[in-house]
């Protein structure tokens, strides 16, 4: 900025000196992480209430959420519990979780749900350190459901786990064949329920600010049409393959033939010469 005549330069414009100067506002930097994050972010429906939180000597120990928790008992109609789990109006009874260092439980008491009575469900989570990857992992090991008051379904969760420094996070985590059925039936009970969570996200043992880590998502590379491409590679890697093995090999025929000795006729001294030099001739016709 420099000043001239009658006005007052900035940049690449003069500003007359009547006019108040108001000075040229720079666009925020942004963060290249923040903007790398929101490129491969999914679009979806936003989360309607904030996270569930567990304290533990004041700091949050587990956080989950969800977009949808829904239940169904056999042929009965759809519970949906969303409101009653992350409805910060009514919050759910957490009392009875616990948080250690190895181990974490999370518990959410629902009381009496339609003829349901005493209504809870209870996510048990654990924490191991892995030699091989030199890291700890947590992982969601089952998710039971308690009800009238002696009624226990058990799922034992499948490849539901994250890096200890990360959240993890996926669409659907339900017992449901077309939602991959990462909830498994682990009692005779489970078979007559169905449960899902849509957007399930959840972290423990390392929560900093009481917000979560950057979520380990649960997508899987091998989906079906990549698993049939990868299948149709091989099948013509290996025709290709063979046919390269035909060709070389043929062409290891040819040149035997080209390099093939001539064959040796000994003279036979009681063989008259006549005889000798027609074999001769038959030889080089040959």
Same mark, same amino acid.
């Given at each position: 900025m420099a000043e001239s005549d009658g006005g007052m330069w900035t940049g690449d414009s003069l500003v007359p000196a009547d006019q108040p100067f108001r000075p040229l506002l720079q666009a925020p930097l942004r963060s290249p992480d923040v903007s790398r994050r929101r490129l491969l972010q !999914?679009?979806?429906a936003a989360v309607p209430f904030p996270p569930l939180k567990v304290l533990s000597n004041g700091e949050p120990c587990l956080l989950f959420q969800a977009r949808k928790l829904s239940l169904r008992y056999e042929k009965q109609k759809q519970l949906d519990l969303t409101e009653r789990a992350f409805s910060p &109006?009514?919050?759910?009874?957490?009392? @009875?979780s616990v948080c250690r260092q190895d181990q974490a439980t999370l518990v959410m008491r629902f009381g009496d749900v339609e003829d349901l &009575? /005493?209504? #809870? !469900? &209870?996510l048990q989570l654990s924490?191991?350190? *892995?030699? %091989? #990857? /030199? @890291?700890?992992?947590f992982s969601v090991? #089952?998710? %039971?459901?308690? *009800?009238?008051?002696s009624e226990e379904a058990v799922f034992n969760a499948s490849e539901? *786990?994250?890096p200890a420094s990360s959240s993890y996070h996926c669409l659907h985590v339900s017992n449901l064949q077309r939602h991959s059925a990462l909830l498994l039936p682990g009692t005779d009970h489970a078979r007559r329920w169905t449960v899902s969570f849509t957007d399930f996200q959840i @972290?423990?043992?390392n929560i900093s600010s009481g917000k979560f880590s950057p979520a380990s998502d649960c997508a899987t590379f091998l989906t079906p049409a990549i698993l049939m491409g990868l299948i149709t590679s091989l099948i013509l890697l290996l025709v290709l393959a063979y046919a390269l093995h035909m060709v070389v090999h043929l062409r290891h025929i040819d040149h035997d033939d080209e390099h093939k000795a001539d064959v040796y006729f000994p003279k036979n001294p009681e063989q008259p010469e006549h005889c000798y030099v027609e074999n001769a001739a038959e030889k080089n016709i040959l």
């Open positions: !999914m679009p979806g &109006r009514k919050p759910v009874d957490t009392s @009875q &009575r /005493g209504l #809870s !469900m &209870r924490n191991t350190f *892995y030699e %091989s #990857s /030199g @890291q700890w992992w090991d #089952s998710v %039971s459901l308690l *009800y009238n008051a539901v *786990y994250a @972290q423990a043992f």
